[in-house]
């Protein structure tokens, strides 16, 4: 879910955790299935919304907003790893928020990628690189998709592979 969608679920709360949180709680009790006429596939829905932002940790922009999506541009040191291995057949690289993924047949290239700082996602079947710490702050799992839907996502350009004669 685009973050557009959700915040459009909870009646477009303002910036930050305490607007989203009140947001989300006068819809739950609004849908909640214990409650008169609520609804179940409702509060499934309120449910979703309320996690899209808080998986971002409840900070965008009034672009991002509108748009729906996140967008970071490719750093130099992304830019450079890409440069390392776009010229590999079977592979694709693509931004999603400010992480570099790499998918597709990765298995020949696999110690040039860990060489270059890459990390494998095994649940996602993709290599992945991301600049500076980062600390998980949920115990959800998002496939690729999920990723993208969130943060959106940029290809990058590839290489063609020149054919040896």
Known sequence: MRIAEALSI???PGQGKPAVLKAY??????Y??????????????????????????FQWTTGEAA???????LTETMAGLWDHVKHYQGITGEIIGSW?????????I??????????FAYNKKAWYYHEGDYWKRSR???DLEE??????????????AEAIA
């Not at 748009?67 to 541009?73: D, F, H, L, N």
């Not at 990723?147 to 063609?160: H, Q, T």
């Open 140 to 142: 959800r799992n998002f």
């Open 10 to 12: 909870l009646d477009n």
């Open 100 to 108: 570099l993924w790499i998918i597709g047949n990765t298995y020949p």
């Open 147 to 160: 990723l993208r839907d969130m943060w959106g996502s940029e290809g990058l350009e590839k290489e063609e």
């Open 110 to 119: 696999k110690d040039h990628l860990k060489g270059l700082g890459f990390n």
């Open 67 to 73: 748009e729906g999506q996140k967008t970071t541009p």
């Open 25 to 30: 709680r006068i819809k739950a009790k609004q």
């Open 32 to 57: 909640h299935p214990d409650h008169k006429n609520g609804d179940l596939e409702l509060m499934k829905l309120v449910n979703i919304a309320f996690q899209t932002p808080e998986a971002i940790n």
